[in-house]
């Protein structure tokens, strides 16, 4: 399974970008498409999360300014992020709980990772 993170940036603050992560490969069914992100010196954090049902998360900073969505079909999860600050300055990952073609065990997939900078 690979997951192809795109959309990250720079923009100023107040901007908006659009990240996608697209899965490939045997994959039975996704449970759960997450976006993560770190920033420079700091721990890797949740940033918001999407399940099968469609139900969503959120870190308290992003609360409504960030969107998390999903294309079942195209096995694809976006994060739209609305009125960007500096300290959403981060490389932002995604990440996926796969089940595979012929194997009941679900399994953590990461994407390559994709910059978002924001400049005040």
């Known amino acids: 399974v690979q997951l192809q993170a795109s959309g990250g940036g720079s923009v100023q603050a107040g901007g908006s970008l659009r990240l996608s992560c697209a899965a490939s490969?045997?994959?039975?069914?996704?449970?759960?498409m997450d976006w993560y992100r770190q920033a420079p010196g700091k721990q890797r954090e949740s940033v918001a999360f999407m399940r099968i049902g469609g139900s969503t998360n959120y870190a308290d900073s992003v609360k409504g300014r960030f969107t998390i969505s999903r294309d079942n079909a195209k096995n694809t999860v976006y994060l739209q992020m609305n009125s960007l600050k500096p300290e959403d300055t981060a490389v932002y990952y995604c990440?996926?709980?796969?089940?595979?073609?012929?194997?009941?065990?679900?399994?953590?997939?990461w994407g390559q990772g994709t910059l978002v900078t924001v400049s005040s």
């Open positions: 490969g045997s994959i039975f069914s996704i449970d759960g």
């Open positions: 990440n996926a709980i796969v089940q595979l073609i012929g194997d009941r065990s679900r399994r953590s997939y």
